[in-house]
């Protein structure tokens, strides 16, 4: 069985551009999870698409948004690029839908800001 | 929101010693605690899971331990070989209706000496 495939694995960008970041969820899943680990803060809840919508988001600006397609794969766009926003970006896909409990992870996607 | 601090955030043991690490949670509706051991330049793989109706759950040298009434959960990975040194997290999350993402811990990097 394929994991959660996520892509670029790696995305340089100059301060004030826009980032697209893709995420493929583990086949049958339909709960997409994007995490957030940079230096120093962990990894942090950024946002949960279940069904194709977006069921809830952590504590980030409206700058970084997403979406999820019928397919169930997910896309984060993070908008007027900042230093800060350079981090690994994980993507994990869970088996379940609203009462999920299992998360899978990604390889992740580097984003660089310069 | 939840809150999880987990000890030590590094931990050095001999190949073959046992190694322990602990968490604390600060949200008692909290319900699903699983554990993510991260390799250099990976994603986090989900090792290890406890549910909150249960005290205790073991898989061959890994076991995790769930105190509810204290809060706090712990894992326990005996007889350590060098493949287990990473950067071990826990985290905590309500699974239900309004559920959000993982809340993690800041991680402790384990280190099998040899």
């Known amino acids: 069985e394929a994991g959660v495939t996520q892509s670029p694995t790696h995305l340089i960008k100059t301060r004030g551009q826009q980032a697209t970041l893709r995420c493929s969820p583990i086949?049958?899943?339909?709960?997409v999870y994007w995490y957030q680990q940079a230096l120093g803060l962990g990894l942090q809840f950024l946002l949960w698409y279940d069904e194709g919508e977006e069921r809830n988001r952590g504590n980030f600006p409206p700058r970084f948004s997403g979406r999820q397609f019928p397919n169930y794969s997910s896309e984060l766009n993070v908008n007027a690029l900042e230093l800060e926003d350079s981090a690994l970006y994980l993507c994990?896909?869970?088996?379940?839908?609203?009462?999920?409990?299992?998360?899978?992870f990604g390889p992740g996607t580097r984003l660089t800001v310069t | 929101g939840e809150n999880v601090e987990q000890h030590p955030s590094t931990l050095s043991v001999q190949e073959g010693d046992s190694a322990v690490i602990k968490c604390t949670y600060s949200d008692s509706a909290s319900n699903y605690f699983p554990w993510y051991k991260q390799e250099l330049g990976k994603g986090p793989q989900l090792i290890i899971d406890?549910?909150?109706?249960?005290g205790e759950k073991k898989d061959q040298r890994i076991a995790v331990t769930l105190n509810k009434t204290a809060k706090h959960f712990s894992l326990h990975i005996t007889e350590t070989q060098p493949e287990d040194s990473a950067v071990y997290f826990c985290a905590a999350k309500y699974s239900g209706g309004g559920a959000d993402g993982l809340t993690f811990g800041k991680g402790t990097h384990l280190i099998i000496q040899p």
């Open positions: 994990a896909s869970s088996p379940l839908g609203r009462d999920s409990y299992e998360q899978y």
């Open positions: 086949s049958g899943h339909t709960s």
């Open positions: 406890i549910r909150s109706n249960v």
